[in-house]
Protein backbone atom coordinates (compact mmCIF):
# COMPACT_ATOMS: atom_id res chain seq x y z
CA UNK A 1 0.00 0.00 0.00
CA UNK A 2 1.23 3.55 -0.87
CA UNK A 3 2.21 6.51 1.65
CA UNK A 4 0.22 8.48 0.00
CA UNK A 5 -3.67 8.13 -0.94
CA UNK A 6 -3.38 10.60 -4.09
CA UNK A 7 -0.19 12.26 -5.59
CA UNK A 8 -0.55 14.64 -8.32
CA UNK A 9 2.18 16.43 -10.58
CA UNK A 10 1.77 19.04 -13.12
CA UNK A 11 -1.64 18.88 -13.08
CA UNK A 12 -3.40 20.68 -15.35
CA UNK A 13 -6.77 21.29 -17.37
CA UNK A 14 -7.77 23.27 -19.83
CA UNK A 15 -11.31 23.62 -20.98
CA UNK A 16 -11.42 24.14 -24.91
CA UNK A 17 -14.67 27.60 -25.24
CA UNK A 18 -15.87 29.27 -28.34
CA UNK A 19 -13.81 32.12 -27.03
CA UNK A 20 -10.35 30.49 -27.15
CA UNK A 21 -9.52 27.65 -24.47
CA UNK A 22 -9.97 28.63 -20.53
CA UNK A 23 -6.93 26.64 -18.29
CA UNK A 24 -8.83 25.96 -15.04
CA UNK A 25 -6.38 24.31 -13.56
CA UNK A 26 -2.54 25.22 -13.78
CA UNK A 27 0.64 22.64 -12.72
CA UNK A 28 -1.07 21.50 -9.76
CA UNK A 29 1.30 19.04 -7.97
CA UNK A 30 0.70 17.87 -4.22
CA UNK A 31 -0.25 14.92 -2.24
CA UNK A 32 -2.67 13.16 0.30
CA UNK A 33 -1.57 10.64 3.08
CA UNK A 34 -4.43 7.93 3.98
CA UNK A 35 -5.11 9.68 7.14
CA UNK A 36 -5.22 13.30 6.33
CA UNK A 37 -7.57 15.34 5.97
CA UNK A 38 -7.56 18.07 3.72
CA UNK A 39 -9.52 21.57 2.96
CA UNK A 40 -9.17 23.15 -0.55
CA UNK A 41 -10.15 27.10 -0.19
CA UNK A 42 -10.32 29.85 -2.70
CA UNK A 43 -13.00 32.05 -4.40
CA UNK A 44 -15.20 30.84 -6.96
CA UNK A 45 -14.01 29.89 -10.21
CA UNK A 46 -10.54 29.37 -9.04
CA UNK A 47 -10.52 26.04 -9.97
CA UNK A 48 -10.94 24.24 -6.42
CA UNK A 49 -14.39 21.54 -7.72
CA UNK A 50 -12.11 20.61 -11.18
CA UNK A 51 -9.14 20.01 -8.77
CA UNK A 52 -11.40 17.67 -7.15
CA UNK A 53 -13.10 16.61 -10.68
CA UNK A 54 -9.50 15.16 -11.02
CA UNK A 55 -9.01 13.72 -8.13
CA UNK A 56 -11.97 11.52 -8.46
CA UNK A 57 -11.53 10.53 -11.96
CA UNK A 58 -14.55 11.78 -12.93
CA UNK A 59 -12.66 14.20 -15.44
CA UNK A 60 -9.96 14.05 -16.89
CA UNK A 61 -6.29 16.34 -16.69
CA UNK A 62 -4.97 17.68 -20.20
CA UNK A 63 -1.76 17.29 -18.96
CA UNK A 64 0.21 16.27 -15.68
CA UNK A 65 -0.24 12.39 -13.57
CA UNK A 66 -2.59 11.27 -10.81
CA UNK A 67 -1.31 8.10 -8.71
CA UNK A 68 -3.86 6.74 -6.63
CA UNK A 69 -2.55 4.34 -4.23
CA UNK A 70 0.38 5.09 -6.37
CA UNK A 71 -1.12 3.77 -9.82
CA UNK A 72 -1.13 6.21 -12.25
CA UNK A 73 -4.91 6.61 -12.66
CA UNK A 74 -5.08 9.48 -15.79
CA UNK A 75 -5.08 7.16 -18.37
CA UNK A 76 -7.16 4.49 -17.15
CA UNK A 77 -9.95 3.16 -19.23
CA UNK A 78 -13.53 4.55 -17.91
CA UNK A 79 -14.47 1.40 -17.07
CA UNK A 80 -11.71 0.88 -14.80
CA UNK A 81 -11.82 4.58 -13.58
CA UNK A 82 -15.55 3.79 -12.63
CA UNK A 83 -14.32 0.62 -10.64
CA UNK A 84 -11.77 3.06 -8.73
CA UNK A 85 -14.97 5.11 -7.94
CA UNK A 86 -17.06 2.67 -6.69
CA UNK A 87 -14.83 0.90 -4.41
CA UNK A 88 -12.00 3.33 -3.41
CA UNK A 89 -13.47 6.89 -3.57
CA UNK A 90 -16.35 8.49 -2.05
CA UNK A 91 -18.40 11.73 -3.25
CA UNK A 92 -20.08 13.91 -1.29
CA UNK A 93 -21.81 16.88 -3.01
CA UNK A 94 -23.24 19.87 -2.25
CA UNK A 95 -25.85 18.71 -3.73
CA UNK A 96 -26.45 15.50 -2.59
CA UNK A 97 -27.38 13.49 -5.58
CA UNK A 98 -29.37 11.09 -4.27
CA UNK A 99 -31.45 8.85 -6.54
CA UNK A 100 -34.55 10.21 -5.59
CA UNK A 101 -36.81 6.60 -6.62
CA UNK A 102 -34.98 4.85 -3.61
CA UNK A 103 -35.49 5.03 0.21
CA UNK A 104 -32.67 6.14 2.11
CA UNK A 105 -31.71 2.56 2.90
CA UNK A 106 -31.75 1.74 -1.09
CA UNK A 107 -29.34 4.55 -1.69
CA UNK A 108 -26.84 3.11 0.76
CA UNK A 109 -27.44 -0.01 -0.20
CA UNK A 110 -26.97 0.20 -4.25
CA UNK A 111 -23.02 0.96 -4.15
CA UNK A 112 -22.22 -2.17 -2.32
CA UNK A 113 -24.27 -4.24 -4.33
CA UNK A 114 -22.58 -3.25 -7.17
CA UNK A 115 -19.02 -3.64 -5.36
CA UNK A 116 -20.22 -7.58 -5.34
CA UNK A 117 -20.86 -7.49 -2.00
CA UNK A 118 -23.32 -10.24 -0.69
CA UNK A 119 -26.94 -9.44 0.49
CA UNK A 120 -26.25 -10.01 4.05
CA UNK A 121 -23.49 -8.55 3.89
CA UNK A 122 -25.23 -5.58 2.52
CA UNK A 123 -28.15 -5.65 4.76
CA UNK A 124 -25.71 -5.65 7.78
CA UNK A 125 -23.17 -2.52 6.42
CA UNK A 126 -26.98 -1.06 5.16
CA UNK A 127 -28.06 -0.81 9.38
CA UNK A 128 -24.49 -0.04 10.70
CA UNK A 129 -24.21 3.12 8.52
CA UNK A 130 -27.79 4.33 8.98
CA UNK A 131 -27.30 4.30 12.52
CA UNK A 132 -23.86 5.69 12.53
CA UNK A 133 -25.37 9.01 10.53
CA UNK A 134 -27.99 8.91 12.61
CA UNK A 135 -31.04 8.31 10.56
CA UNK A 136 -31.84 4.40 11.32
CA UNK A 137 -35.63 5.90 11.83
CA UNK A 138 -35.82 7.05 8.33
CA UNK A 139 -33.90 3.89 6.23
CA UNK A 140 -37.32 4.16 4.39
CA UNK A 141 -38.33 7.25 3.55
CA UNK A 142 -37.32 8.57 -0.18
CA UNK A 143 -35.28 11.53 -0.30
CA UNK A 144 -38.11 13.74 -1.19
CA UNK A 145 -39.20 12.89 2.38
CA UNK A 146 -36.24 14.02 4.12
CA UNK A 147 -34.32 17.65 5.03
CA UNK A 148 -30.97 18.79 3.63
CA UNK A 149 -29.32 18.02 6.33
CA UNK A 150 -30.65 14.28 6.49
CA UNK A 151 -30.27 13.86 2.99
CA UNK A 152 -26.30 15.21 2.90
CA UNK A 153 -25.78 12.22 5.48
CA UNK A 154 -27.45 9.41 3.58
CA UNK A 155 -25.06 10.71 1.37
CA UNK A 156 -22.00 10.66 3.11
CA UNK A 157 -23.16 6.86 4.39
CA UNK A 158 -23.67 6.49 0.72
CA UNK A 159 -20.12 7.66 -0.27
CA UNK A 160 -18.39 5.42 2.34
CA UNK A 161 -20.57 2.29 2.11
CA UNK A 162 -17.72 0.30 0.38
CA UNK A 163 -15.38 1.96 2.96
CA UNK A 164 -13.51 4.07 0.04
CA UNK A 165 -9.62 5.30 1.02
CA UNK A 166 -10.35 8.75 -0.16
CA UNK A 167 -13.52 10.69 0.67
CA UNK A 168 -14.02 13.87 -1.36
CA UNK A 169 -16.46 16.43 -0.58
CA UNK A 170 -17.51 19.39 -3.09
CA UNK A 171 -18.73 22.10 -0.80
CA UNK A 172 -21.00 20.00 1.28
CA UNK A 173 -22.36 22.46 3.43
CA UNK A 174 -23.65 24.80 0.71
CA UNK A 175 -27.11 24.33 1.10
CA UNK A 176 -27.62 23.79 4.81
CA UNK A 177 -28.12 26.61 7.43
CA UNK A 178 -25.30 26.99 9.96
CA UNK A 179 -26.98 24.66 13.04
CA UNK A 180 -26.99 21.57 9.88
CA UNK A 181 -23.55 22.35 8.41
CA UNK A 182 -22.27 21.57 11.90
CA UNK A 183 -23.43 18.76 12.32
CA UNK A 184 -22.35 17.50 9.03
CA UNK A 185 -19.26 18.93 9.80
CA UNK A 186 -18.93 16.58 13.12
CA UNK A 187 -19.93 13.52 10.76
CA UNK A 188 -16.91 14.46 8.26
CA UNK A 189 -14.68 14.74 11.67
CA UNK A 190 -15.85 11.11 12.70
CA UNK A 191 -15.55 10.18 9.14
CA UNK A 192 -12.12 11.01 9.49
CA UNK A 193 -11.44 10.08 12.98
CA UNK A 194 -12.70 6.33 11.62
CA UNK A 195 -9.72 6.36 9.25
CA UNK A 196 -10.68 7.88 6.14
CA UNK A 197 -8.76 10.25 4.11
CA UNK A 198 -11.01 13.69 2.76
CA UNK A 199 -10.24 16.13 0.84
CA UNK A 200 -13.23 18.93 1.05
CA UNK A 201 -13.37 21.93 -1.04
CA UNK A 202 -15.29 24.82 0.44
CA UNK A 203 -15.93 28.08 1.21
CA UNK A 204 -16.63 27.78 4.79
CA UNK A 205 -13.70 28.91 7.44
CA UNK A 206 -15.47 26.54 9.87
CA UNK A 207 -15.39 23.89 7.48
CA UNK A 208 -11.90 24.37 6.27
CA UNK A 209 -10.79 25.30 10.31
CA UNK A 210 -11.83 21.41 11.35
CA UNK A 211 -9.23 20.55 8.62
CA UNK A 212 -5.62 19.39 9.60
CA UNK A 213 -4.19 20.51 6.55
CA UNK A 214 -5.33 23.95 4.12
CA UNK A 215 -4.19 24.18 0.44
CA UNK A 216 -5.45 27.86 -0.72
CA UNK A 217 -6.14 28.28 -4.74
CA UNK A 218 -6.03 30.99 -7.27
CA UNK A 219 -6.35 31.29 -10.46
CA UNK A 220 -6.06 27.27 -10.80
CA UNK A 221 -2.99 27.29 -8.84
CA UNK A 222 -1.90 26.43 -5.42
CA UNK A 223 -0.97 29.63 -3.20
CA UNK A 224 -0.46 28.71 -0.02
CA UNK A 225 -0.64 25.80 2.46
CA UNK A 226 -0.56 25.71 5.88
CA UNK A 227 -1.07 22.42 8.67
CA UNK A 228 -3.06 23.13 12.14
CA UNK B 1 -68.65 -42.34 -70.03
CA UNK B 2 -64.86 -41.80 -68.31
CA UNK B 3 -65.27 -39.16 -66.56
CA UNK B 4 -61.68 -37.98 -64.88
CA UNK B 5 -63.05 -35.79 -62.92
CA UNK B 6 -65.81 -35.36 -60.17
CA UNK B 7 -68.90 -32.94 -60.73
CA UNK B 8 -70.20 -31.68 -57.79
CA UNK B 9 -73.41 -30.69 -58.60
CA UNK B 10 -74.86 -29.29 -55.66
CA UNK B 11 -78.02 -31.06 -57.03
CA UNK B 12 -80.20 -32.05 -53.83
CA UNK B 13 -79.83 -27.86 -52.22
CA UNK B 14 -79.62 -25.35 -55.07
CA UNK B 15 -76.61 -24.25 -56.33
CA UNK B 16 -77.27 -20.98 -57.09
CA UNK B 17 -78.82 -18.34 -55.01
CA UNK B 18 -81.34 -17.36 -57.27
CA UNK B 19 -82.42 -13.61 -57.09
CA UNK B 20 -85.93 -14.03 -57.16
CA UNK B 21 -87.82 -11.67 -58.70
CA UNK B 22 -90.40 -11.49 -56.39
CA UNK B 23 -92.01 -13.57 -53.14
CA UNK B 24 -94.91 -13.51 -51.52
CA UNK B 25 -96.23 -14.97 -48.05
CA UNK B 26 -99.07 -17.18 -49.09
CA UNK B 27 -101.60 -18.10 -46.51
CA UNK B 28 -102.73 -21.22 -47.72
CA UNK B 29 -100.68 -23.93 -49.98
CA UNK B 30 -101.76 -23.35 -53.60
CA UNK B 31 -100.65 -26.71 -54.94
CA UNK B 32 -100.65 -30.44 -53.05
CA UNK B 33 -96.84 -30.34 -54.97
CA UNK B 34 -95.26 -27.53 -52.58
CA UNK B 35 -91.52 -28.34 -51.95
CA UNK B 36 -89.12 -27.23 -49.32
CA UNK B 37 -87.06 -23.91 -49.38
CA UNK B 38 -84.24 -22.41 -47.59
CA UNK B 39 -84.18 -18.85 -46.85
CA UNK B 40 -81.56 -16.71 -45.90
CA UNK B 41 -81.63 -15.01 -42.49
CA UNK B 42 -81.58 -11.64 -43.74
CA UNK B 43 -84.73 -12.32 -45.66
CA UNK B 44 -86.38 -14.49 -43.08
CA UNK B 45 -85.59 -11.53 -40.82
CA UNK B 46 -86.81 -8.44 -43.18
CA UNK B 47 -89.76 -9.92 -44.11
CA UNK B 48 -91.07 -11.47 -40.60
CA UNK B 49 -91.20 -14.77 -41.63
CA UNK B 50 -91.13 -18.00 -40.32
CA UNK B 51 -89.91 -21.50 -40.37
CA UNK B 52 -93.01 -23.51 -41.76
CA UNK B 53 -94.51 -20.77 -43.70
CA UNK B 54 -95.71 -20.73 -47.21
CA UNK B 55 -94.90 -18.39 -49.28
CA UNK B 56 -95.18 -17.53 -53.51
CA UNK B 57 -91.88 -17.10 -55.84
CA UNK B 58 -92.00 -16.46 -59.19
CA UNK B 59 -89.10 -15.41 -61.73
CA UNK B 60 -91.41 -12.84 -63.56
CA UNK B 61 -91.06 -9.54 -61.34
CA UNK B 62 -94.85 -9.39 -61.73
CA UNK B 63 -95.24 -12.53 -59.97
CA UNK B 64 -96.43 -14.21 -63.00
CA UNK B 65 -96.71 -18.25 -62.45
CA UNK B 66 -95.85 -17.78 -59.18
CA UNK B 67 -94.83 -21.29 -57.27
CA UNK B 68 -95.68 -22.07 -53.45
CA UNK B 69 -92.96 -22.94 -51.05
CA UNK B 70 -92.51 -24.24 -47.72
CA UNK B 71 -89.92 -22.78 -45.61
CA UNK B 72 -88.14 -25.29 -43.77
CA UNK B 73 -84.99 -23.28 -42.15
CA UNK B 74 -82.83 -19.97 -42.82
CA UNK B 75 -79.23 -20.36 -43.43
CA UNK B 76 -76.60 -17.62 -42.98
CA UNK B 77 -74.89 -16.48 -46.02
CA UNK B 78 -71.39 -17.62 -46.89
CA UNK B 79 -69.91 -14.22 -46.12
CA UNK B 80 -68.41 -12.67 -49.35
CA UNK B 81 -66.10 -9.21 -49.18
CA UNK B 82 -67.07 -8.36 -52.47
CA UNK B 83 -70.50 -7.98 -51.98
CA UNK B 84 -70.44 -7.30 -48.39
CA UNK B 85 -72.61 -4.24 -48.95
CA UNK B 86 -75.19 -6.34 -50.56
CA UNK B 87 -78.69 -7.16 -48.91
CA UNK B 88 -78.31 -11.01 -48.87
CA UNK B 89 -82.60 -11.25 -49.53
CA UNK B 90 -81.80 -15.15 -50.84
CA UNK B 91 -83.34 -18.50 -51.11
CA UNK B 92 -81.99 -21.95 -51.62
CA UNK B 93 -84.20 -24.06 -53.78
CA UNK B 94 -83.92 -27.50 -55.55
CA UNK B 95 -82.34 -27.50 -58.47
CA UNK B 96 -84.97 -28.71 -60.65
CA UNK B 97 -87.36 -26.34 -58.90
CA UNK B 98 -85.51 -23.56 -59.84
CA UNK B 99 -85.09 -24.88 -63.13
CA UNK B 100 -89.09 -25.18 -63.65
CA UNK B 101 -89.29 -21.41 -62.17
CA UNK B 102 -87.36 -19.91 -64.73
CA UNK B 103 -87.89 -22.07 -67.90
CA UNK B 104 -89.67 -19.85 -70.44
CA UNK B 105 -93.17 -21.11 -71.40
CA UNK B 106 -93.19 -20.32 -75.13
CA UNK B 107 -89.62 -22.64 -74.94
CA UNK B 108 -90.61 -26.54 -74.44
CA UNK B 109 -86.87 -27.17 -74.35
CA UNK B 110 -86.09 -24.30 -71.92
CA UNK B 111 -87.05 -27.00 -69.30
CA UNK B 112 -83.91 -28.88 -70.34
CA UNK B 113 -81.26 -26.55 -70.01
CA UNK B 114 -79.64 -23.94 -68.57
CA UNK B 115 -77.53 -21.55 -69.40
CA UNK B 116 -74.37 -22.01 -66.86
CA UNK B 117 -73.41 -24.20 -63.91
CA UNK B 118 -70.86 -24.08 -61.09
CA UNK B 119 -68.40 -27.09 -61.10
CA UNK B 120 -66.70 -27.68 -57.85
CA UNK B 121 -63.65 -29.50 -58.68
CA UNK B 122 -62.04 -31.85 -55.79
CA UNK B 123 -58.52 -30.68 -57.03
CA UNK B 124 -58.67 -26.90 -58.11
CA UNK B 125 -54.90 -27.68 -59.61
CA UNK B 126 -56.50 -29.87 -62.37
CA UNK B 127 -58.95 -26.83 -63.69
CA UNK B 128 -57.10 -26.60 -67.04
CA UNK B 129 -57.45 -30.18 -67.58
CA UNK B 130 -60.98 -30.08 -67.01
CA UNK B 131 -61.72 -27.11 -69.04
CA UNK B 132 -59.65 -28.90 -71.78
CA UNK B 133 -61.89 -31.96 -71.40
CA UNK B 134 -65.41 -29.95 -71.61
CA UNK B 135 -64.55 -28.02 -73.91
CA UNK B 136 -63.44 -31.18 -76.44
CA UNK B 137 -67.15 -32.79 -75.38
CA UNK B 138 -68.84 -29.69 -75.79
CA UNK B 139 -67.54 -27.24 -78.31
CA UNK B 140 -69.00 -23.94 -77.94
CA UNK B 141 -69.43 -24.12 -74.43
CA UNK B 142 -67.62 -21.81 -72.77
CA UNK B 143 -65.58 -22.68 -69.39
CA UNK B 144 -63.81 -20.67 -67.11
CA UNK B 145 -62.39 -20.80 -63.69
CA UNK B 146 -63.79 -18.65 -61.10
CA UNK B 147 -60.16 -18.57 -59.79
CA UNK B 148 -58.38 -15.27 -61.30
CA UNK B 149 -54.50 -15.01 -60.97
CA UNK B 150 -53.42 -12.23 -58.19
CA UNK B 151 -52.72 -9.33 -60.15
CA UNK B 152 -56.64 -9.05 -60.85
CA UNK B 153 -57.60 -10.29 -57.42
CA UNK B 154 -58.49 -6.93 -56.02
CA UNK B 155 -58.34 -8.49 -52.74
CA UNK B 156 -54.19 -8.83 -53.37
CA UNK B 157 -54.25 -5.35 -54.50
CA UNK B 158 -55.77 -4.13 -51.61
CA UNK B 159 -53.65 -6.30 -49.36
CA UNK B 160 -50.31 -4.57 -50.99
CA UNK B 161 -52.38 -1.39 -50.62
CA UNK B 162 -52.30 -2.29 -46.53
CA UNK B 163 -48.69 -3.31 -46.47
CA UNK B 164 -47.84 0.06 -47.95
CA UNK B 165 -49.79 1.52 -45.27
CA UNK B 166 -48.39 -0.45 -42.47
CA UNK B 167 -44.52 0.40 -43.51
CA UNK B 168 -45.27 4.03 -43.35
CA UNK B 169 -47.04 3.21 -40.10
CA UNK B 170 -44.25 1.16 -39.16
CA UNK B 171 -41.59 3.62 -39.68
CA UNK B 172 -43.17 7.16 -38.21
CA UNK B 173 -44.11 5.33 -35.37
CA UNK B 174 -40.55 4.13 -34.82
CA UNK B 175 -39.15 7.38 -35.40
CA UNK B 176 -41.69 8.70 -32.93
CA UNK B 177 -40.73 6.01 -30.38
CA UNK B 178 -37.17 7.09 -30.71
CA UNK B 179 -37.95 10.75 -30.01
CA UNK B 180 -40.30 9.39 -26.89
CA UNK B 181 -37.04 7.49 -25.32
CA UNK B 182 -34.60 10.30 -26.36
CA UNK B 183 -36.74 12.48 -24.38
CA UNK B 184 -37.40 9.81 -21.63
CA UNK B 185 -33.70 9.54 -21.35
CA UNK B 186 -33.26 12.88 -20.68
CA UNK B 187 -35.25 13.28 -18.20
CA UNK B 188 -33.28 10.47 -16.42
CA UNK B 189 -30.10 12.64 -17.07
CA UNK B 190 -29.75 13.34 -13.87
CA UNK B 191 -29.88 9.44 -12.50
CA UNK B 192 -27.45 8.16 -15.45
CA UNK B 193 -24.39 11.07 -13.67
CA UNK B 194 -25.02 9.77 -10.40
CA UNK B 195 -25.22 5.79 -10.87
CA UNK B 196 -21.63 6.94 -13.22
CA UNK B 197 -20.72 9.11 -10.08
CA UNK B 198 -20.83 6.39 -7.83
CA UNK B 199 -19.03 3.96 -9.80
CA UNK B 200 -21.62 2.41 -12.02
CA UNK B 201 -19.93 1.86 -15.64
CA UNK B 202 -21.55 2.46 -19.05
CA UNK B 203 -21.69 -1.44 -19.91
CA UNK B 204 -23.32 -1.61 -16.37
CA UNK B 205 -25.93 1.37 -16.77
CA UNK B 206 -26.68 0.19 -20.40
CA UNK B 207 -27.69 -3.51 -19.21
CA UNK B 208 -29.79 -1.76 -17.20
CA UNK B 209 -31.50 0.25 -20.18
CA UNK B 210 -31.73 -3.19 -21.49
CA UNK B 211 -33.09 -4.60 -19.24
CA UNK B 212 -36.48 -1.83 -18.88
CA UNK B 213 -35.88 -1.62 -22.59
CA UNK B 214 -37.12 -5.38 -23.34
CA UNK B 215 -39.84 -4.96 -20.60
CA UNK B 216 -41.00 -1.62 -21.66
CA UNK B 217 -41.33 -2.94 -25.43
CA UNK B 218 -42.65 -6.43 -24.13
CA UNK B 219 -45.45 -4.37 -22.14
CA UNK B 220 -46.23 -2.34 -24.99
CA UNK B 221 -46.42 -4.85 -27.59
CA UNK B 222 -48.66 -7.29 -25.38
CA UNK B 223 -50.71 -3.60 -24.30
CA UNK B 224 -51.17 -3.12 -28.09
CA UNK B 225 -52.23 -6.60 -29.02
CA UNK B 226 -55.01 -6.24 -26.52
CA UNK B 227 -55.81 -2.98 -28.03
CA UNK B 228 -55.83 -4.69 -31.40
CA UNK B 229 -58.29 -7.59 -29.80
CA UNK B 230 -60.70 -4.95 -28.73
CA UNK B 231 -60.63 -2.91 -31.68
CA UNK B 232 -61.24 -6.27 -33.58
CA UNK B 233 -64.39 -6.75 -31.75
CA UNK B 234 -65.25 -3.09 -32.14
CA UNK B 235 -64.66 -3.20 -35.56
CA UNK B 236 -66.37 -6.65 -36.44
CA UNK B 237 -69.64 -6.18 -34.27
CA UNK B 238 -70.38 -2.42 -35.58
CA UNK B 239 -69.66 -3.19 -39.54
CA UNK B 240 -71.63 -6.72 -38.95
CA UNK B 241 -74.51 -4.75 -37.62
CA UNK B 242 -74.02 -1.59 -40.02
CA UNK B 243 -74.27 -4.48 -43.10
CA UNK B 244 -76.12 -7.56 -41.24
CA UNK B 245 -73.67 -9.62 -42.96
CA UNK B 246 -71.66 -12.45 -40.61
CA UNK B 247 -68.39 -11.37 -42.76
CA UNK B 248 -65.31 -11.12 -40.22
CA UNK B 249 -63.62 -7.78 -41.23
CA UNK B 250 -60.62 -7.48 -38.80
CA UNK B 251 -59.21 -10.61 -37.82
CA UNK B 252 -55.66 -10.37 -35.30
CA UNK B 253 -54.50 -13.70 -35.92
CA UNK B 254 -51.86 -15.16 -33.98
CA UNK B 255 -49.49 -14.60 -36.74
CA UNK B 256 -50.28 -11.30 -36.94
CA UNK B 257 -49.93 -10.94 -33.54
CA UNK B 258 -46.45 -12.48 -33.29
CA UNK B 259 -45.08 -10.36 -36.47
CA UNK B 260 -46.08 -7.50 -34.48
CA UNK B 261 -44.37 -8.53 -31.15
CA UNK B 262 -41.39 -9.59 -33.60
CA UNK B 263 -41.42 -6.11 -34.61
CA UNK B 264 -42.18 -3.76 -31.71
CA UNK B 265 -40.15 -5.35 -29.46
CA UNK B 266 -36.52 -5.00 -31.05
CA UNK B 267 -37.45 -1.58 -32.43
CA UNK B 268 -38.57 -0.93 -28.83
CA UNK B 269 -35.28 -2.01 -27.22
CA UNK B 270 -33.22 -0.40 -30.10
CA UNK B 271 -34.67 2.75 -29.88
CA UNK B 272 -34.01 2.82 -25.72
CA UNK B 273 -30.37 1.43 -25.87
CA UNK B 274 -29.72 4.48 -28.86
CA UNK B 275 -31.27 7.28 -26.67
CA UNK B 276 -29.60 5.85 -23.43
CA UNK B 277 -26.10 5.70 -25.60
CA UNK B 278 -26.87 9.31 -26.49
CA UNK B 279 -26.59 9.92 -22.92
CA UNK B 280 -24.05 7.60 -21.97
CA UNK B 281 -21.44 8.89 -23.86
CA UNK B 282 -21.40 12.08 -22.48
CA UNK B 283 -18.87 12.92 -19.43
CA UNK B 284 -20.11 12.47 -15.63
CA UNK B 285 -19.93 15.73 -14.91
CA UNK B 286 -21.84 16.90 -18.19
CA UNK B 287 -24.99 14.42 -17.01
CA UNK B 288 -24.99 16.22 -13.28
CA UNK B 289 -24.49 20.03 -15.23
CA UNK B 290 -28.14 21.47 -14.51
Known sequence: MSATVIETTGLTKTFPMPAGPVTALRDVSFSVAPDEYVAVT??????????????????TA?????????RDISALPDAERSRIRLTQIGFVFQRFYLLPMLTAWENVELPQGEAGASKAERRARTAELLDYVGLSQRARHRPSQLSGGEMQRVAIARAIANRPRL???????????????????????????????????THDPAIAA????????RDGEIVAEASA | MRRPFALLLTAFIALGTAALASFQPTAEPTSSD????????????????????????????????????????????????????????????????????????????????????????????????????????VPGLSVWSTQRGDSANPFVVLEQFHLAIAIVTILASTAFLLALMVMRSEERRETAGILRLIGLGKRRVLTQVLIEGVI???????????????????????????????????????????????????????????????????????????
Open chain 1, 42 to 59: GPSGCGKSTLLHLLGSVD
Open chain 1, 62 to 70: TSGTLLFDG
Open chain 1, 167 to 201: LLADEPTGELDRSTGEQIAELLDRVHADGNAIVVV
Open chain 1, 210 to 217: RAKRRLEM
Open chain 2, 34 to 137: VTDILVSRQLLESQDLAVGDLIDLAADPTGARARAFRIVGSYEPLPDPARFTQQRLEVRLHLQDMVDMLADPADPQSGESVSAINVALHDPEREREFRRSVFGQ
Open chain 2, 216 to 290: IATVGAAFGIALALVAQSGFNQFFQWRYDTALVFVRVSPKVAAQCVALAVPLGVIASVVASWTLLRREVLALLRR
